[in-house]
């Protein structure tokens, strides 16, 4: 089975923190995404990442940056948190660009 | 006017009826159509993939795709409390196919 595995759950920063959000796959999968879900407005892609190294900005990428270091990880930076961050934070990963997306738990983050 | 459209619902139907989810959709190179299940505090998870039109259909889960309309479908035949989840449809084209779409998702409740 596919893994994608989100490093927390639930967590909680106060406004201008630096946050890292951490997502690791052990299917060696080609690419990764972040999304960010909320009430009303359905999954909307932050980034996407198809290599090491490499980068592209989805819909919604002000206030992010990413970093992908290795195949299996891939990191979601808010560089100084927002109030209007809130929301449930989920990384996927694909083996291409038509395969299925397998998500993560997803991570809850609340700025304060 | 977003790119997919999705009833947001709550919708609640008694154990045992057939359940109808749709979305609708503007741009005409969709070509992928996805439906996933999330379960509360889950991530998502693949349940139906279809490529153009037509249907697909899978134990109790019936996919439609109409492109001529636009419009896409889930059918749940003899629906169990086990299917209470939100249901989002997803769809992406050829070209920027990395560029998976989602519509709000519809919550449904299926009542013992």
């Known amino acids: 089975d596919v893994k994608v595995t989100q490093s927390s759950r639930y967590l909680v920063k106060r406004t201008g923190e630096k946050v890292f959000l951490e997502c690791v796959q052990d299917m060696d999968h080609e690419n990764m995404f972040w999304y960010r879900q909320d009430p009303g407005l359905g999954l909307r892609l932050i980034y996407f990442s198809y290599d090491v190294k490499m980068k592209e900005k989805g819909d919604i990428p002000e206030g992010y940056s990413v970093s992908r270091e290795k195949k299996e990880r891939f990191s979601l930076i808010l560089e100084s948190a927002s109030t209007n961050q809130t929301s449930m934070y989920l990384c996927?990963?694909?083996?291409?660009?038509?395969?299925?997306?397998?998500f993560g738990q997803g991570t809850r983050l609340t700025v304060v | 006017q977003k790119e997919v459209e999705q009833d947001p619902g709550p919708l609640s139907v008694p154990e045992g009826a057939i359940v109808s989810l749709n979305c609708t959709y503007s741009n005409s190179a969709f070509q992928y159509f996805m439906w996933y299940r999330q379960y509360s505090r889950k991530g998502p998870e693949l349940l139906m993939y279809?490529?153009?039109?037509g249907n697909k259909e899978d134990g109790r889960f019936t996919a439609q795709v109409d492109k001529s309309s636009k419009y896409i479908s889930l059918f749940i035949r003899d629906s169990q409390p086990s299917d209470s989840a939100t249901y989002l449809c997803a769809m992406r084209g050829v070209q920027g196919a990395q560029k998976l779409v989602f519509g709000q998702g519809t919550r449904l409740t299926i009542n013992p």
């Open positions: 996927a990963s694909s083996r291409d660009v038509i395969a299925e997306a397998f």
């Open positions: 279809t490529y153009s039109s």
